[in-house]
C-alpha cells in the first residue's frame, strides 16, 4: 500500500499547493500500531502525515458539515462507504458540491484493530502493509504478521457493497471487484425469525447497557441537526438518566431519524464503548427499504430518493 | 503489613459467602462487555480480564442515583430519602480503578462538602482488589506512581500466584473481612508468595509500551490557559461523544434534575454528566462557558492535569488507558501529555 500512501501525498500536496483547497481531511498513524487518527492538514509540507492502509476505519465525511462555511474548499479521503455519506450529504443539501474535494480510495476492508493489537507485539511501530486478497499482511519492526479478513475484519467490511468509491474526483489505487452478498442480511433475518418477545428480550438486554454516551449519534455522517433532541433541556424529551426505558427511546428514535439515509457505513456500530450491535437496527431498516421501496443502500448513487422523505400520490399504502 | 494466602480453589467458596453475607460487586461478563455488577455467586463472576469496559467508580457514585423522593401533599412537600447504603464488598477491582476511587474521596468527602450518599456507601463498603497479571498496550499507570500490583486504597489486594491467592491487609476493615472467613484466610506461606509477588511486580512494571512524562506539564498549564496547542487536530477531531468521561474511573461530573413520576409526585436524580456535551454547564441565561469543542477538549485534559492537582493534589488520571482505547477517533492523553512536556521545553 506504500504507492497508494505515495499518491495520497502527491495529490494532497498538489491541491494544497494549487490552492484547490485549503485543508485535507485525512487518515495519519495513530497512538497504536493497528490504529489510524483523523489528521487536517492544512500546508504543503504537512502532507507526510497522511497514510492508508487496513487501519482506516474512520468515516471522515463525517467532518465534512463542520466546514461547510469555512471560507476554502476541504479535501476529504474516503473509502466506498465513506463515499457514501459524502452523496448523502450533497443530497441532504448539507454541503456543497464546489467546496469539497473528495480523493477516493478503493478499499479492500478493514481490520479491527483490538483484535490486530492482541497479536501483535505490544509497542512494535508499523512498517508496512499489503492486501493479499484473502488476508492482509502487517509488517512491524518486531516481526510480520499476517491476518486473513474473514476473522480479523470489521464485521461490515465481510459484506461490502462498495469497495469503490461511488463518488470521487480524485481517485487513487487500482479499482476492486464489486461483490454481491446473499447473506448481507443474514443476522437480520435470524433475528426476524425470534418471536415479538424474544426480540424484546434481545434488544432489552443490549439497551440496558447503554451508557448514553452519544458516540453512535456523534460519528453519524449522517445526523446533521443543529441541536439533537436529545441536548435539549426545554423540554427535556430524554432525561439524562439511564433505564431501559430512556435507552430504548432514544436507540429507536435515532434509528428511525437516519431511516432512508443512514448509508450503512457501520460506525455507530465500530465506536459504541458497550459493544451495542446497533447496526443491526439500520440494518433491518435497510432490508425493509429494499424489501417494500426497491430502494438501494442511501448514498449508493446520487439523487436517490430518501425512502421516508419522498410522497408519491400514487404510493400504494392502504392507510394513506 | 499482614498477610494471608487464599488457595484459588476456595475463591468461590468465599464469593458465595460474601455474596450472602454483603451486597457483592463483581467483575461480569455481559456477552463482549466486562463491568461491575451486584452478584448473587461465584458462577457469576469474571476475573479472567485485564481491564474492564467501564470502571467500578459506579460503586460509590452510580450514573444513576435518587437523592430523594418528593410528593406534594396540597400545602407541603414530603420528603423521602432513600435507605442508607447496604453492607457491601466491591471484588476484583484493579488497582489503577482503586486508586481512581481515592481521587473521588476528596471530591466527596472534603470537609466543605460531604456528600452523604457517596461516603455512605464508600464507608460501608470494602474494596478487595485484584493486582493485574498483564500489561495492555494502552496502561500506563506507572507514571502516577501507580502498579499493576499496587494495594493504594484497597482493604485487601489479591495477587495470583501459581494455585493461590497471596492477600495482602492493608486496613483495619480489611482484617475484620479477612479474620471473619478465617477458615478461607490462611497464613501459611505468606512469606514465599510475598517474594514472588515482588518478582511479578518487578516483571509487569518492565512491560509497560507508553513513556509518558508529565515533567513541566502542570507548571506550563498553571501559565497558559489559552495555549495555542489546543488550536490543533485534537479539538479538529473530537465528536464530542461523552465515551471518554464515562469510561473513565476518575471522572465525576454529574447533573441534578427532578424526574417526575405523577402530577404531584417523583424523584430527584443525579447523573453522570459529561464535560464533552455541549449543554454542560450551559447558563440558564443562555451563556455557554464552553461553547466550542475546543474549549470542552482542553477543559478534559486541564482538570486531569491541572484542576485535581490545583484542588486535592493529586493528578485526575490513574492512567488505565480506557479512555485511548475507547476514543472513536483515537485521542489519546498520553500524546498529548507528551506534547504538552514538549511544548513547556521549547517555551
Aim: negative net charge.
Amino acid at each position: 500500500m506504500m504507492d497508494v500512501i505515495q499518491q495520497l501525498r502527491e495529490q494532497a500536496k498538489k491541491l494544497l499547493e494549487e490552492k484547490k483547497v485549503t485543508l485535507v481531511i485525512g487518515f495519519g498513524q495513530g497512538t497504536e500500531l493497528a490504529r489510524t487518527t483523523p489528521v487536517f492538514i492544512d500546508s504543503p509540507e504537512g502532507v507526510s502525515a497522511l497514510t492508508w492502509g487496513p487501519f482506516c476505519a474512520n468515516n471522515l465525511a463525517k467532518y465534512l458539515t463542520d466546514y461547510k462555511n469555512a471560507e476554502g474548499n476541504v479535501a476529504v479521503v474516503v473509502k466506498g462507504c465513506d463515499a457514501r455519506s459524502v452523496i448523502r450529504l450533497l443530497d441532504d443539501n448539507q454541503i456543497s458540491r464546489d467546496k469539497v474535494v473528495v480523493i477516493g480510495v478503493p478499499c479492500p476492508g478493514q481490520l479491527e484493530w483490538q483484535k490486530v493489537a492482541a497479536e501483535v507485539k505490544p509497542g512494535a511501530s508499523l512498517k508496512e502493509t499489503a492486501d493479499n486478497g484473502e488476508s492482509f499482511s502487517v509488517k512491524t519492526d518486531a516481526g510480520d504478521y499476517s491476518f486473513n479478513k474473514k476473522d480479523y475484519m470489521l464485521h461490515r467490511c465481510l459484506v461490502c457493497e462498495n469497495p469503490n468509491p461511488v463518488i470521487s474526483d480524485i481517485t487513487i489505487g487500482k479499482e476492486l471487484p464489486v461483490k454481491t452478498y446473499e447473506e448481507r442480511f443474514a443476522e437480520v433475518s435470524e433475528l426476524e425469525q425470534k418471536s415479538t418477545e424474544d426480540k424484546s428480550a434481545y434488544w432489552d438486554k443490549q439497551f440496558s447497557r447503554c451508557l448514553r454516551c452519544y458516540a453512535c449519534r456523534n460519528v453519524c455522517s449522517v445526523c446533521t441537526c443543529q441541536i439533537c433532541v436529545f441536548d435539549q433541556m426545554l423540554p427535556m424529551w430524554v432525561s439524562k438518566r439511564t433505564n431501559l426505558s430512556e435507552n430504548t427511546m432514544f436507540h429507536i428514535t435515532r434509528a428511525f431519524h437516519v431511516a432512508g439515509r443512514c448509508v450503512d457505513c457501520g460506525e455507530c456500530d465500530r465506536v459504541c464503548p458497550m459493544d451495542i450491535p446497533l447496526r443491526k437496527l439500520n440494518q433491518k431498516i435497510h432490508k425493509d427499504l429494499g424489501d417494500l421501496f426497491d430502494s438501494p443502500t442511501p448514498g449508493s448513487k446520487p439523487g436517490i430518493p430518501s425512502a421516508l422523505g419522498e410522497f408519491s400520490p400514487g404510493d400504494p399504502e392502504e392507510f394513506m | 503489613m499482614e498477610a494471608r494466602v487464599v488457595n484459588k480453589g476456595q475463591l468461590p467458596e468465599l464469593l458465595d459467602k460474601l455474596a450472602k453475607d454483603y451486597d457483592l460487586i463483581a467483575p461480569v461478563q455481559e456477552e463482549t462487555v466486562v463491568l461491575f455488577r451486584k452478584i448473587s455467586g461465584a458462577a457469576d463472576a469474571f476475573l479472567e480480564y485485564t481491564n474492564s469496559d467501564v470502571s467500578p467508580k459506579g460503586c460509590f457514585l452510580p450514573q444513576n442515583e435518587k437523592t430523594f423522593n418528593y410528593t406534594y401533599t396540597g400545602d407541603s412537600i414530603e420528603i423521602n430519602k432513600p435507605e442508607g447504603a447496604q453492607k457491601a464488598v466491591l471484588f476484583g477491582a484493579r488497582p489503577c480503578d482503586i486508586k481512581a476511587i481515592t481521587t473521588l474521596d476528596p471530591v466527596f468527602e472534603g470537609e466543605k462538602f460531604g456528600d452523604e450518599y457517596y461516603s455512605g456507601k464508600r464507608e460501608n463498603t470494602v474494596i478487595i482488589g485484584l493486582s493485574c497479571t498483564k500489561v495492555l498496550s494502552t496502561c500506563f499507570c506507572y507514571a502516577f506512581e501507580g502498579g499493576p500490583c499496587d494495594g493504594t486504597g484497597s482493604d485487601l489486594l489479591f495477587t495470583e500466584i501459581g494455585d493461590k491467592y497471596y492477600v495482602e491487609v492493608n486496613t483495619e476493615k480489611g482484617k475484620a473481612l479477612a479474620d471473619a472467613y478465617s477458615q478461607i484466610f490462611s497464613s501459611q506461606g505468606a512469606e514465599q508468595l510475598a517474594k514472588d509477588k515482588e518478582e511479578l511486580a518487578k516483571k509487569l512494571a518492565g512491560e509497560f509500551v507508553r513513556k509518558v512524562d508529565l515533567t513541566g506539564v502542570k507548571e506550563l498549564l498553571d501559565n497558559n490557559f489559552e495555549l495555542p496547542y489546543w488550536n490543533g487536530d485534537d479539538q479538529k477531531k473530537c465528536l464530542g461523544c461523552g465515551t471518554c468521561t464515562y469510561v473513565c474511573p476518575t471522572c465525576h461530573c454529574f447533573d441534578i434534575f427532578d424526574y417526575p413520576t405523577g402530577d404531584f409526585t417523583g424523584a430527584r436524580l443525579r447523573c453522570w454528566d459529561s464535560c464533552m456535551y455541549p449543554e454542560y454547564t450551559l447558563m440558564a441565561g443562555g451563556h455557554n462557558p464552553r461553547p466550542t469543542r475546543k474549549e470542552r477538549v482542553r477543559n478534559r485534559f486541564m482538570h486531569k492535569l491541572k484542576y485535581h492537582l490545583d484542588r486535592y493534589n493529586m493528578v485526575g488520571c490513574v492512567g488505565c488507558g480506557r479512555c485511548v482505547r475507547k476514543c472513536p477517533v483515537n485521542i489519546d492523553i498520553t500524546k498529548i501529555i507528551n506534547d504538552l512536556k514538549e511544548v513547556a521545553q521549547n517555551a
